[in-house]
């Protein structure tokens, strides 16, 4: 039972981070992510049993996304402020169509471009604090390389249904088993 509680502890509190730390929060919070089926599948699901936490982690990844776009839309670059609010929204719109729908799919028509466009920008005024994703060109590009890599994974993940964490857990974290 301690397993849930910890999960949800570590996937309210770590986004906060964000707040303070925009880039390391970030990371953080994607690990947090990442980290609740290890968790989980190591010390017992408890009270979700491995079935019903699907709809819980989206409202989780949500929750962590949410304070990105906030420190997004105070970004200094007004162009890199409002795609990222757009390509939040578009997120969330597809997350919300998933709920209702439960059709998998949608997830690829709505990738988390989002995250991926947050931590490119974030790490260039983290790592490049005279940087300025202030022109169009540079906000394609940045656009392109973010979403390439998204596409591809949420393509595999949802639209083929390949189970990412059996094949992670199988060939990555086997040790753990």
Known sequence: MIAPLLVFAIRLLIPLSIMRWPFWGMLLAIAADASDVIILDKFGWGVWDGTNYHTLDKLFDTYYLAFAVFMSIRWRDILAAKLSFALFIWRVAGVFIFEITQIRQ??????????????????????????????????IMIFVIAAIPKIIQEYIMHYLEFQTWAFFKANLFFWLY
Do not use: C, D
């Open 106 to 139: 949608v997830i690829f028509f709505a990738p988390n471009i989002f995250e991926n466009f947050y931590l490119i920008v974030a790490g260039l005024y983290q790592f490049f604090p005279g940087f300025r994703a202030n022109t169009v060109k540079r906000i």
